[in-house]
C-alpha cells in the first residue's frame, strides 16, 4: 500500500509523540524519528523538526519511555539509571534493550510499516547523546537498511562492544558529529562505529563538546547527508536551516 500520514493514535503511546507534517502540499515519503538526548523531552526537537521543513518528509518526535527519578524532570532511553562519580553526572550507557524493542517492534514495524504503509528505506533517525545511542541499537538489531541515522554526540552502546565480531554489520548508512575536544566520539567509539555500520561519515566540529549545531557550517553536513539519503523529489534545501 502507499504510505499515509501518521496520526497520533496510530502509535502505542500517542502522548509521547509529536507529528510534524511535510510542507504544505507535499505528500509524506519519509519518515525522520527525532530522539531526544537524556533528561530532555519532545519539546525541543519538535521545534528543530519545524525548523527543518525537509520536503515530503514527516518528522516524528519520540519521547523516551523513562522518566527521570527524583523529580528531575525530563526521560531517558536506558534501562537503568546510574551515575558516573568520575563524571559526576549520569551514565548515557545503561543498556538500551526496552527502547529498542519500543523502536523496531512497536514504532518502526508495526506502525509505520504494517499501520503506515512505510517501507524501511524511507525512515531514517536524528538523535543526540543518549537519543542516538538508542537509535543506534534499534538499528543494528534490524536485518534490512534503513534510511540513514544522524548521531550527534552518541556513540555504539557498550552492550554491542563484546559481541561486535560476531555481529553483521548494520547496512544503515550513519553520519556522527561532535567536537574537537570534551567529546563521546573518541577514536575507539569511531572504531566501534565502523565496526558496527557499513557506511560511516565523521565530522568534528572546531569546538569542545558534543552540543547541538550552532550555526549554518555546522549543520551543512546534516543536510548534506538528507539531501543525499531522503526519498524526495522536492529535493533538500542544502543550508536552508537557521540554527540557534
Not at 12 to 37: C, D, E, F, K, Y
Not at 48 to 72: G, M, N, R, V, Y
Request: proline share 9%.
Amino acid at each position: 500500500m502507499a504510505s499515509r500520514q501518521p496520526v497520533a493514535s496510530d502509535f502505542p503511546a500517542p502522548g509521547n509523540t509529536s507529528i510534524i507534517p511535510p510542507p504544505p502540499g507535499q505528500s509524506p515519503v519519509n519518515v525522520l524519528l527525532l530522539l531526544h538526548g537524556l533528561g530532555d523531552s519532545t519539546i525541543s526537537f519538535t521545534n528543530l523538526a519545524k525548523q527543518l521543513s525537509l520536503p515530503e518528509t514527516t518528522c516524528i518526535t519520540i519521547q523516551a519511555p523513562h522518566p527521570l527519578p527524583f523529580d528531575l524532570g525530563g526521560f531517558h532511553w536506558g534501562d537503568d539509571i546510574l551515575f558516573d562519580p568520575s563524571q559526576g553526572s549520569m551514565d548515557h550507557d545503561t543498556g538500551f534493550q526496552k527502547s529498542s524493542r519500543l523502536l523496531r517492534e512497536d514504532i518502526i514495524e508495526q506502525t509505520l510499516f504494517q499501520k503506515c504503509g512505510y517501507k524501511a528505506r524511507n525512515i531514517l533517525f536524528f538523535g543526540y547523546g543518549q537519543g542516538a545511542m538508542a537509535a543506534m541499537a534499534a538499528a543494528l538489531g534490524l536485518n534490512f537498511e534503513l534510511g540513514g541515522i544522524v548521531s550527534i554526540g552518541g556513540p555504539v552502546p557498550s552492550s554491542h562492544w563484546s559481541s561486535q565480531d560476531a555481529i553483521e554489520k548494520s547496512p544503515t548508512p550513519v553520519i556522527v558529529l561532535g567536537g574537537s575536544s570534551a567529546t563521546s566520539i573518541t577514536q575507539s567509539a569511531l572504531a566501534l562505529l565502523k565496526k558496527s555500520f557499513v557506511t560511516v561519515e565523521y565530522m568534528k566540529w572546531p569546538r569542545p563538546g558534543d552540543a547541538m549545531p550552532t550555526n549554518r557550517d555546522e549543520m551543512l553536513p546534516i543536510m548534506k547527508f538528507f539531501a543525499r539519503r531522503l526519498q524526495s523529489r522536492a529535493g533538500v534545501p542544502e543550508g536552508s536551516v537557521e540554527v540557534g
